[in-house]
């Protein structure tokens, strides 16, 4: 069974940086497309980033330039580092998976973590 655990949300202070993680219970993060979507209290869920199975990255505009998705294969775990955090980046973030990057479309993504909080005050 596959199962998507983020961890390594919290509180922290605009400007200030969290590493979220996200361990698949399987070799899946190998061979998909992984994403970090997050969803902020009466808001869509929305794409932040996306990594391919040959390392190609995206970033959605507001992720750019300040986060950075990336993963390690032998503990099958996807990160995603977060720096110079702003209060609009408080949100709930989900990892999720697919058989091939499509952009940003929820949908498209057949598995899913429970997600993790992020608190960003000003």
């Known amino acids: 069974q596959i199962q998507l655990v983020e961890s390594g949300g919290g509180s922290v202070q605009a400007g200030g940086s969290l590493r979220l993680s996200c361990a698949s219970s399987?070799?899946?993060?190998?061979?998909?497309?992984m994403a970090w979507f997050r969803q902020a209290p009466g808001k869509e869920r929305e794409g932040v980033a996306t990594?391919?199975?040959?390392?190609?990255?995206t970033y959605t505009a507001s992720a750019k330039g300040r986060f950075t998705i990336s993963k390690d294969n032998a503990k099958y775990t996807l990160y995603l580092q977060m720096s110079n955090l702003k209060p609009e980046d408080t949100a709930t973030y989900y990892c999720?998976?697919?058989?091939?990057?499509?952009?940003?479309?929820?949908?498209?993504?057949?598995?899913w973590g429970q997600g993790t909080q992020v608190t960003v005050s000003s």
């Open positions: 999720a998976a697919a058989p091939v990057c499509a952009s940003y479309d929820s949908d498209a993504y057949n598995y």
């Open positions: 399987t070799d899946i993060i190998l061979t998909y497309c």
């Open positions: 990594l391919d199975s040959d390392g190609t990255t």
